[in-house]
């Protein structure tokens, strides 16, 4: 019965996430151009090493959150109409304080893996556009996060199947097109 | 009070240390193959379907497994047979998700132009093969993952994501190249 119950719940949402990521993919798509004058992977030398940990960062942690909030709601911690509570306000200063941290984190080790890959990028630029893009989509998918949680709650669906997928998916989509933003933003830099 | 953003920050951070280390080596893998993925761009929309859908279902398992860990009509045994359930219900998704996926994923680049001399067989095979192996091995890590971080008294919906996606980054982004090399593409 569940086999049938999880396949039922989760099965189009990862369809739907698997079109998602052909869109992130496509995004990078766009950055790859096959102009090098344009193509932002050559002309930002270390960027293309950054991208799978600005992702992973992102993903990992509103994943957590939305994980952390399916066991909160199995728990009886939070509900439909007790979603907005100290609980909930604990876990989204958490993973601010983490995305904060950890895009510090990759931006430094950034630029320290640039030597040792002998490539030798602008280190300000480099950091600058990990920081900025962490932060920026970090606002947006903890926004994210609290409105999809609601719609789950009030359908009435079992939160393990639906936030991570949908956290996931949409944050990688945000996340690429926060670090495009931020590279459009700091291009006077280049 | 359950939850503390201390406790969170805690938990959270070393583990997406680690994570982010290892990604900035599945970046590096990238950097390597850069013309691979510059001649044959169908490869770079690739990777992230293949690290989502492991990804996901990785994570649907993990957050699965730590509520029934928490509830506890899930124990952290290898003979658990709920979690067994789950782990041939999460293979069989992936192979259907891949499959899927594989066919639109091919026909979209014929039809915007991206695709270069490569045959729908060769391209679903390369896709769905680099699928399967990760999405066993992504299911495994993610059981592993939960069952480790709820006996040593952590909370496994902090854990499993970050174990999950990183080696789902890793794994996907090496295998794809493995097969792509297994099947001759671009030689």
Known sequence: MFVKEMVKQSLPLLILC????????????LMNAPDPESNLFIRIPGLIVVIPA?????????SAFGSRLGS??????????????KELNENIFGSFVLSLLTSTFIGILAYITSFILGVYPNPFLIISIVVVSGLI?????????????YIVFKRGYDPDNITGPALATFGDIITILCIYTSILLLGGLI | MIYNWKKIVKTGFPILTFAVLIEIFAGSILQNNQNIIFVFPIFLLSIPVLNSVSGNIGIILGARLASGLHVGY????????????????????????????????YFGAVFSNLNKGIELTEFVGIFVSTGFLLICLVALSSIFAAFI??????????????????????LGISFLFLMISIFGVGI
């Open chain 1, 54 to 62: 600005i992702i992973a960062m992102r993903g990992n942690i509103s």
């Open chain 1, 72 to 85: 909160a709601y199995h728990l009886g911690v939070i509900d439909v109409d007790n979603l907005w509570n």
């Open chain 1, 18 to 29: 698997g079109l998602g990521a052909v869109v992130a993919g496509s995004i990078l798509g």
């Open chain 2, 74 to 105: 899930i124990t952290a045994k290898v003979d658990d047979k709920r979690m067994h359930e789950n782990l041939f219900t999460a293979i069989v998704l992936g192979l259907v998700t891949y499959t899927i996926l594989a066919i639109i994923i």
């Open chain 1, 137 to 149: 989509s970090g606002i947006v998918l903890n926004i994210l996060t609290i409105g999809i949680i």
């Open chain 2, 149 to 170: 971080s709820f006996k040593r008294g952590l909370d496994p919906d902090d854990m499993v994501a970050p174990v999950v996606t990183t080696v789902g980054d890793i």
